[in-house]
């Protein structure tokens, strides 16, 4: 099912995170978004006109992530927003990672 479609699920650690070629094969489904960290982090670098604009995307995403109990790690200013996205409690990727990066990238940006 398209990863638009699902929702994350609750993480409270206990469970490996994904292999090295699970993230890979899943990054397919999120084009756009890079791997990092020895595949243990998605990145995604958001470009923007002014502050304003990317304040109201971050603010977006706050939202988003609020509603999926998922979060990422967000670093902006003017011009621009880096979102970083990894399951903390398995210090890697899980496939809510993936859901809430496809989320994003279904964000208006304007
Ligand atoms: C129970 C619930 O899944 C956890 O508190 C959530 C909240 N948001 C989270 N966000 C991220 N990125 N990683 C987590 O491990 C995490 N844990």
Redesign the pocket.
Known sequence: MDLRQQR??????GIPPLSMTEANDLLASVPGWMLEGGATRLRRHFGFPDFVSALAFVNRIGAL?EEE?????LHFGWGYVDVV??????AGLHV??YI?AAKIDALPTA
Request: charge should be negative; glycine fraction near 10%.
């Open positions: 994350c699920t609750p993480c409270r650690g992530a109990g998922h979060h990422p790690d996205v990894y399951t903390h409690a398995i809510n990672d809430l």
